[in-house]
């Protein structure tokens, strides 16, 4: 397979130099992180400039890579070797990671003076951001499975350090439920990978590919490494706790947390099956189904939801879904069916990490102008509020899927990918689950347009934020039209021989 | 492809100006105007360069892919270059028209992006090249059409807004799954390409007549073909400009003119005729002109009359396509016009009335044409033409219909076009008896039911010339329908096109 | 004289109209604050006038417009230059009548009256309009010209019938709209379906392909209702009685004389007269024609008599008078090799009646206001056009004459007799009208009204002129006269029609006017819509009841989309309960994926 | 270790393994919050004994720093002591539903789960069962009966504090497995050792959550109402 080629090949090892890159895009956000803790930047030019060479350095990378084609590292600790490969998926991974901790970090200095956030947590936001970015680099560049451990953990323990931050009791809560299911989704994780390591005696993927044969030992590992990992990625029906984190963490957490961080755990988990249980149909159908029922259980929910911030955080239940049907559309079907699934499942990655961000920084914005979270309380806002408003609109079209956007041709490449591949069920979920969506996101724009509500009082947020979540929803509505560069870079993929 | 960039700045034009809106504070009138009214003039002129440039034989294309198989692909045809210029020509006048109509009213720098986007949607989807790229506009207009509709912001402007949505929406979905499965079926057809569909065998003719079944579904809830046109005259609480701009540009022509790339684009006219589809068009056409006429009578408020009226015309559009020969075609294609110059007319005229004297429902026009005669003038060419009557366009597009329906063999259908006359008699002739010899409060008999003195003359400027000149072109164009470049001629072409090819 | 010069009068004689009509709105609105503005001024009255250049000789009397809707050819020939002098000449008097006529308006105007302000203005208006349309039509050679020449006519006349705003005049005027709608519409219907066979834009190009066309002889039946809605046909005339009398009289005489010549003309363009190769079912919608002109003619004759207002009297004569021309008309599709010579009977015929007919009608006007006369000198006057009318002297014999020798040579003698005997009709229908007239001259004489002068009496004395010299000067050919041998056989019907008057008149005098009560002017009109309300008081009712079953539904959904969404709320504990059990959740997940991967192959 | 002889060794192991085995039992059953965390301690240091016994002094000394003296030290810090606000000293919640013997089905077909994927590991060519168990070790076995104690106590738990020793205990057992099926392999030790990191971080970041839960408005168990009441 490619990725073994390629790993197999001295001359494709990484250059010193962009050694030097990589470690800057791991580490250097961290770095960032613990200096603001001492310094916390007070405007949002200063952590923009700040995180400039992380970005530099990060669209360095993806030139370089997209020009040279993958590249593998391996870092030797004593006996232990740890195996780093950067293909066309990890270095877009890495650039979407990038640009959106970017956003968030500049949008929440503009958060942290406006919320009026107590200084001393607000101050631990920046390190643990950074340990999230780190988190999330180490995942996407990690070829074996340690790696995949160390950046899962790193990130996940952030992630819940983050939720400790505003102090209020249901914030807490939701810190607790999740660390808990966390910390158990890990063990169910790390058992699988035991397993594995026992039966194999290797945990880089490469090689884990090349040796591991299906059976029953392989099959329970993966059963194991998929529940945790579903845990994680809160994946109907294991996605209660999402929505409460959501709900009460702030806002730029919560746009890193639904953009990012549950899709660390999905592409894991992509991965691995592709890898080890690639002949599994029967599963993966499953897989697909629990799917299906996310995308209608999150519509549903979010339809229903009285708050804002808790219609959004259902909504990411929704749309995980969607990317549940890479599965059944990626195992055991036709190349040509798998190409299509391939580009449409990672379109629908990228689209809805950037529209969610800047979704949730629109809600942001919105909670904090009006101090009020309910949707019917927000009626009436578009006449005060117009750009958080916009934000939120373009964001919702990505997510409806409607054009033109990344929502909107990765539901293209899906259903094409389903039809294709005579899979009509899939078909129904999309329809079904773009109907729900388009239900949900427009409620809020009945409320916000509605001319005879009372009058709020509203508080002025600086222009900077705004336009960060624009920023954002712009570039998922761009990424639907010019898909087609990103998406060959994703080719050939390393799924399969 | 020399000029590759006309599409792309036509497109780019009314993208720029609802950003720039959108951008500007609210209370920049001035600046707002002029970047409306500049970007207006801009892309009528950029229109009329490609109009220019086709009538001698220039090219304008643009693509590049998207996804995997899929391109975006603008390409400026002549079938598209007519749909291009109405809307860019109405685009003017209602931009004016709105100008005058929202003065002093909040939310102005919302609805004029909004309306920039729709234009610029509409725009798109007359320049497309292919399914997707045709898809991709038709949802921006959903979208950018919203906010429009509840622009009000009262109870019932919401609630418009949302069966709007649930119809359209619904119907993109439809349109989405059959573009989806056609492109499985037979790849990224260009439009033109019409012998791939057809060179597919006989054996996906089933498939086919289903996708087409699906497609109209989803292109039928814009044009509002019944039973899909339940969200038309609910849409009526928008503001008068938009209702124009919805009923004679954007929305529904949007649907018709998709049912018309459709099928002489996609299917070709002659694999159409060959599954029959032809005949499912012009039987559902044929209905939604009757029942339409039929509800219009029993409306008393003006703008649900009018939107009735306006199922009913534009399934004209519909049945010409549906009718197999060169003649209808002229007929479909140049009732795409027509109509949107009558309609946008008479919508106008319907704003003037309510902005002046506030009048909604037909009751209360009695002796308005002494009050507001220009107004009247124009809504009474407005309706004439609606009726058919020469030397109006409606008279030029309803004799290509039925000489169409005639040359195709169906002369049954002239008794509906008939009938439609009649029935347009009906509704639109009370009025004008009641604008013109009924004697009302300009006569000293009771009074407005909220009268305003808008301007020096009987309303304000903003409001008057706009609707005169749609009046006027809808009358030029009916007068000089013979003349090079007039709607019935360009028609002509495309026709020409579709049928020696 | 070559063609531009006939371009520029004809668009002179279009346009001097038009402008005339557009003068209208333009002085009311530059000089908005003068009461006393004269609107039939002298200008006014000149409108006709540029249409007299069009009755010259031209040696090409033809225009072709490529441009102008789907491409024009405007030309003439002789039988339309005969109807274009009559119209021209009658257009002109009753303007200028008109001007008298409405001259008690102007001074209501001028005293501050802004209704009679309004009324005249619309006069003053649409009068030059329709006789732009009129004219129009008459010229027009192609299809689209000529039904826009015909629809600005019809519609434009709407206006003179409502002038007066009385409940009268309003029932009137909806009766002419209902019915001309109805014939604009069959009349549409019949010409796209003609033009859509014949493939062509041009009148003479239908003529021929409706006689090609398979279903030719339904296109035809559609053009002549179409038509025959103008032109009065039995059972489409209803409008005729009721709109004339409510009209201003110049108005009705410009309606009764010159525009139901439109409809004529209509069938003249449009059906396939005197062709030869024409087939058998064009001669039995001659005959179906035949029948109904004739049951016109006896059928309008009898209910006539019966009618107490001399105009509604006039009108069911103008009816039967149709009918008689219908029945000709119908002997070109009957006999076709004779339709040369039965045209120019026909055009005589039109012409004569539509003088006098016109005549007649300015005459009511007078005999209401009788000017300062000497009341035999009046009488004589008044009489003369009736006679005409029935065929005793003048044009009336004249055309008289020319069609019954062509029916001689013909071998229709039985038609002449039929024609005969309508004419006795209308010789009782004259009678009665000037019967009629002669009581309400009386009445104004003893009431002292204000006697006429100026415009009225010389614009009627001109159309007596022009009624009683048309032979000499209608551009249609010389006319044969009658030799004095024939003169009996052409007089008995008039004469037996003034005896059967005299006999009747004496007598039914107790018992007429129980009679006249019941049978009021536009006979099948009050049924018909006495039905009509009965039916569309269903028909709304069924229409709100669908509108209402429509809604009832969306609500029934509604409500179901309600109890549903309800529903839904067991979602929200569903959601609970899922969050309380994650973590056994997680290892049945687990436990589920393993058993199904090692269950399946 | 050499001087020992190998069936004193061997009775070291099993001995160590019934230890463990009785500490988790104690530390996940104890309803005396301050007991069961001693309990852990005392668990944390026999395991970090297991790990010197496994030929792991790395992971010897790193699970006695982080494992025993900071995790307990974590845990103490959560009860309170020394504070102010301590938590009650009994945990009075009833146990989560499914209770009785269906409280052990899932952990029990779990942990089935994990014992036959161990035994398949080591019995590739169907030797029988008794000998697979042999060749497993006692140590293994423990740590499978630790496992499924622990997804018991975590799913039948509702105190936050007891979820959080469950949790504790669950990922010791998994590292026993661990270390058993996959020998004396550096990956297996660097995995071994995130866990713990993990392990402790979670603990920390555990112990001042259930802190500030209770500080708050005195919760301790999820869910919405104060007292953990669902």
């Known amino acids: 397979m490619n990725a073994l080629a390629v790993l197999g090949d001295e001359a494709l090892h990484l250059t010193p130099s962009l050694w030097a890159v990589v470690w800057l895009i791991v580490w250097g956000p961290l770095l960032l992180g613990l ?154 994780w790390l058992l699988g990978v035991s397993l594995l390591l026992g039966a194999w005696g290797r945990l880089d993927l490469a090689g884990l590919a090349a040796v591991a044969e299906p059976g029953a030992v392989t099959t329970l590992a993966v059963a194991l490494l998929s529940a945790g990992l579903l845990l994680k990625a809160s994946i109907f029906p294991l996605h209660a706790w999402l929505a409460p984190v959501h709900g009460a963490a702030w806002i730029p957490v919560s746009a890193v947390h639904a953009a990012l961080v549950i899709k660390a755990s999905f592409v894991i988990l992509l991965k691995l099956w592709l890898l080890l249980a690639p002949g599994q149909m029967a599963a993966a159908w499953l897989l697909g189904g629990l799917g299906s029922l996310a995308v209608l259980w999150g519509g549903i929910l979010a339809w229903r939801a009285q708050g804002l911030k808790e219609l959004v955080a259902f909504s990411t239940v929704g749309q995980l879904g969607y990317l549940m049907l890479a599965f059944p559309l990626l195992i055991g079907t036709s190349e040509a069916v798998a190409a299509l699934a391939w580009r449409g499942t990672w379109l629908h990655l990228a689209g809805h990490a950037l529209a969610k961000a800047a979704m949730f920084m629109a809600v942001g914005s919105l909670v904090l102008s009006t101090g009020r979270s309910k949707l019917v309380e927000l009626a009436g806002t578009s006449r005060r509020l117009p750009l958080p408003l916009l934000v939120f609109g373009l964001a919702a079209v990505t997510l409806m899927g409607l054009p033109p956007s990344a929502g909107f041709t990765a539901k293209w490449l899906l259903l094409q990918a389903a039809i294709r591949g005579e899979q009509w069920l899939w078909i129904g979920v999309l329809v079904l689950g773009t109907m729900l969506t388009a239900a949900y996101l427009f409620r809020m724009f009945r409320h916000s347009f509605d001319e005879q509500a009372p009058h709020l009082t509203y508080r002025r947020l600086p222009l900077g934020m705004d336009m960060m979540a624009l920023l954002l929803a712009l570039a998922a509505l761009a990424l639907g039209l010019v898909a087609d560069w990103p998406l060959e870079l994703l080719w050939p993929w390393g799924g399969r021989t | 492809m020399s000029g590759a960039w006309l599409p792309v700045a036509t497109l780019a034009t009314s993208l720029l100006a609802a950003t720039l809106i959108f951008a500007l504070p609210e209370r920049a009138w001035l600046a707002r105007t002029s970047l409306n009214l500049g970007a207006a003039l801009i892309k009528l002129g950029l229109v009329g360069w490609m109009i220019w440039g086709l009538h001698r034989g220039l090219e304008y294309a643009v693509e590049f892919p998207v996804a995997a198989g899929v391109s975006f692909v603008l390409r400026a045809d002549a079938l598209g270059i007519m749909f291009a210029g109405l809307s860019s020509l109405l685009w003017l006048f209602t931009t004016l028209y709105a100008i005058g109509y929202l003065e002093d009213s909040p939310n102005r720098k919302r609805f004029f992006g909004f309306f920039s986007l729709c234009v610029a949607s509409t725009l798109g989807i007359s320049l497309a090249g292919n399914l997707f790229t045709f898809l991709i506009f038709y949802e921006m207009l959903t979208l950018s059409t919203y906010p429009l509709v509840v622009h009000r912001g009262t109870r019932k402007a919401l609630a418009a807004g949302s069966v709007y949505l649930r119809y359209t929406l619904s119907g993109g979905l439809a349109l989405l799954l059959g573009v989806v499965s056609l492109h499985v079926l037979a790849g990224d057809i260009r439009f033109g390409e019409r012998e791939i569909l057809a060179d597919l065998g006989a054996e996906w003719y089933p498939i086919l007549v289903g996708l087409f079944v699906v497609m109209i579904l989803g292109l039928g809830v814009k044009t509002a073909l019944v039973p899909l046109h339940g969200w038309l005259p609910r849409a009526m609480v928008a503001p008068a400009p938009v209702s124009a701009l919805l009923h004679a540009v954007a929305v529904v022509k949007a649907g018709a003119f998709g049912i018309v790339r459709l099928v002489y684009d996609v299917y070709g006219i002659e694999l159409s005729y060959q599954l029959w589809l032809l005949h499912g068009l012009v039987a559902i056409s044929a209905l939604t002109i009757l029942y339409a006429s039929l ?75 002494w009050r507001m005669p220009l107004t009247s003038l124009a809504f009474t060419v407005g309706a004439l033409g609606m009726i058919g009557l020469p030397p109006t366009v409606g008279f030029i597009s309803k004799w290509y219909l039925g000489l169409g329906a005639v040359e195709a063999g169906m002369p049954w259908l002239i008794a509906v076009l008939a009938a439609s006359s009649l029935l347009n008699a009906a509704y639109f002739l009370p009025i004008l008896q009641r ?17 305003r003195r808008l301007g020096r003359l009987e309303t304000s400027g903003w409001l008057l010339w706009p609707t005169l000149a749609t009046a006027a072109f809808s009358l030029l164009a009916g007068f000089l329908a013979s003349m090079p470049f007039s709607p019935l001629e360009w028609a002509t072409r495309v026709a020409s096109q579709e049928y020696l090819l | 004289m070559s063609g531009l010069p006939f371009a520029g009068v004809i668009a002179a004689a279009l346009l001097w109209p038009l402008w005339l009509a557009m003068r209208v709105p333009l002085r009311g609105w530059v000089t908005s604050s003068s009461p006393s503005r004269v609107w039939l001024d002298g200008w006014w009255c000149t409108a006709p006038l540029p249409a007299l250049a069009l009755l010259l000789p031209w040696s090409e009397p033809s225009l072709t417009l490529s441009w102008w809707l789907l491409g024009g050819v405007w030309s003439l020939d002789d039988p339309r230059r005969s109807l274009l002098a009559v119209a021209v000449v009658m257009w002109g008097l009753s303007g200028l009548y008109a001007c008298g006529y409405l001259a008690s308006e102007q001074h209501r105007q001028n005293a501050g009256d802004d209704d009679a302000g309004r009324r005249l203005q619309y006069f003053a208006l649409f009068w030059p309009l329709c006789l732009a349309g009129n004219l129009l039509l008459i010229v027009a050679e192609d299809i689209a010209s000529f039904y826009l020449g015909f629809a600005t006519m019809t519609f434009a006349a709407y206006a003179l019938v409502v002038h007066a705003g009385t409940r009268d005049a309003r029932t009137g005027g909806l009766a002419y709209l209902v019915m001309a709608v109805m014939g604009e519409g069959m009349i549409l219907a019949g010409l796209l379906w003609a033009a859509g066979s014949a493939q062509t834009t041009m009148l003479d190009a239908l003529r021929e392909g409706l006689v090609e066309a398979e279903q030719g002889v339904w296109m035809a039946a559609l053009l002549w209702l179409g038509f025959g809605v103008k032109a009065g046909v039995v059972g489409l005339h209803m409008w005729l009685p009721l709109a004339h009398p409510v009209a201003p009289t110049p108005a009705s005489a410009v309606l009764s004389g010159v525009m139901i010549k439109a409809g004529l003309l209509g069938w003249l363009m449009t059906l396939p007269l005197g062709h030869a190769g024409a087939g058998e079912a064009f001669v039995m919608l001659g005959r179906v024609m035949l029948v109904a002109g004739l049951a016109a003619a006896f059928g309008a004759a009898l209910y006539g008599a019966c009618q107490p207002q001399p105009k509604a009297v006039l009108a069911y004569s103008s009816v039967s008078q149709m009918g008689m021309l219908t029945a000709l008309v119908a002997m070109g599709l009957i006999v076709p090799d004779r339709w040369p010579a039965l045209l120019a009977a026909v055009i005589l015929f039109a012409c004569h009646h539509g003088l006098t007919k016109g005549a007649l009608f300015l005459g009511v006007g007078v005999s209401e206001h009788p000017p300062r006369l000497p009341s035999w000198l009046l009488w ?73 002068s100026g415009a009225m009496p010389v614009a009627w004395l001109g159309s007596l002129l022009a009624a009683a010299t048309l032979p000499w000067w209608l551009p249609m050919g010389r006319t044969a006269w009658p030799p004095p041998g024939e003169l009996v056989g052409l007089w008995w019907p008039a004469a037996l029609g003034v005896a059967l008057a005299v006999s009747i008149g004496l007598a039914a005098r107790q018992r007429l006017p129980g009679i006249i009560e019941t049978l009021p002017p536009g006979d099948l009109w009050w049924p018909l819509v006495r039905g009509y309300r009965a039916i569309s008081a269903k028909m709304v009712h069924g229409l709100s009841r669908l509108g209402m079953s429509v809604a009832a539904v969306v609500r029934r959904l509604q409500a179901l989309e309600r109890w549903l969404i309800d529903g839904l709320g067991v979602l929200a504990r569903g959601e609970q309960w899922l969050g309380r059990h994650s973590a056994v959740l997680m290892m049945a997940s687990a436990l589920l994926l393993a058993i199904i991967m090692l269950a399946a192959p | 270790m050499a001087i020992l002889p190998e069936a004193l060794a061997a009775a070291l192991e099993v001995m160590l393994a019934l230890l463990l085995l009785l500490m988790a039992l104690a530390c996940l059953v104890d309803r005396y919050l301050r007991r069961a965390c001693r309990s852990f301690v005392c668990f944390a240091v026999l395991m970090a004994l297991t790990w010197w016994q496994l030929r792991a002094p790395w992971l010897a000394a790193v699970e006695a720093v982080l494992g025993a003296l900071l995790t307990g030290f974590s845990l103490f810090f959560a009860l309170g002591f020394g504070a102010h606000h301590r938590l009650p000293r009994r945990d009075t919640l009833p146990g989560a539903s499914p209770s009785g013997v269906r409280s052990w089905l899932l952990p029990l077909t779990w942990w089935f789960m994990a014992a036959a994927a161990s035994l398949l590991l080591v019995d590739d060519v169907g030797t029988r069962l008794s000998e697979a168990l042999a060749v497993l070790g006692p140590l293994a076995l423990v740590g499978l009966a630790i496992i499924g104690l622990g997804l018991w106590g975590f799913v039948r738990h509702r105190h936050l504090l007891r979820r959080l020793l469950a949790f504790n205990v669950l990922g010791s057992g998994i590292f026993l497995v661990l270390a058993e099926v996959a020998g004396p392999r550096i990956e297996a030790q660097a995995l071994i050792l995130t866990g713990l990191i993990v392990a402790l971080f979670g603990s920390l970041l555990g112990a001042s959550l259930i802190r500030r839960l209770f500080i708050l408005d005195g919760r301790l168990a999820l869910g919405s109402g104060t007292g953990g009441k669902e």
């Open chain 1, 35 to 188: 200096v603001a803790l001492y310094f916390p930047p007070h405007r949002m030019l200063t952590a923009a400039a700040a995180y400039l060479p992380v970005m530099a350095a990060t669209g360095w990378l993806v030139a370089t890579i997209a020009v040279s084609g993958p590249r593998h590292a391996s870092l030797s600790l004593g006996e232990l070797t740890l195996t780093w490969y950067l293909d066309g998926l990890a270095i877009l991974l890495l650039l979407l990671t990038q640009t959106v901790l970017m956003a968030s970090a500049v949008f929440a200095v503009g958060y942290c003076r406006t919320a009026e956030l107590p200084s001393r947590p607000a101050a631990w936001l920046w390190p643990l951001l950074g340990g999230l970015s780190s988190g999330l680099t180490l995942i996407w560049i990690a070829a074996d499975l340690l790696s995949l451990y160390v950046g899962l953990e790193l990130m996940g323990l952030c992630a819940v350090a983050l939720m400790l931050l505003p102090g209020e009791a249901e914030a807490l809560a939701a810190g607790m439920r999740y660390l808990l299911y966390a910390l158990v989704g890990s063990l169910a």
């Open chain 3, 380 to 452: 004589i006057l008044l009489v003369l056009p009736g006679l005409s009318l029935a065929g005793v002297l003048g044009s009336g014999l004249a055309s008289k004459w020319a069609y019954k020798t062509v029916f001689y040579d013909a071998d229709h003698k039985h038609l002449v007799l039929w024609l005969s005997l309508a004419a006795v009709g209308t010789t009782l229908l004259m009678a009665r009208a000037l019967w009629r007239q002669w009581r309400a001259e009386r009445q104004a004489r003893h009431d002292d009204l204000m006697p006429l």
């Open chain 2, 295 to 369: 509800r219009a009578l029993a409306q008393q408020e003006l703008k649900a009359r009018l939107a009735f009226s306006t199922v009913s015309q534009v399934s004209y559009i519909v049945l010409g396509v549906g009718l197999f020969g060169p003649l209808s075609t002229v007929a479909a294609l140049s009732h795409l016009l027509h109509q949107g110059l009558m309609k946008a007319t008479l919508f106008f005229c319907a704003g003037n009335y309510a902005e002046e004297l506030g009048i909604h429902r037909i009751d209360e026009l009695d002796g308005a044409g």
């Open chain 2, 435 to 451: 604008l013109w010899f009924r004697p009302g409060p300009a006569h000293g008999q009771g009074e407005w039911p909220d009268e």
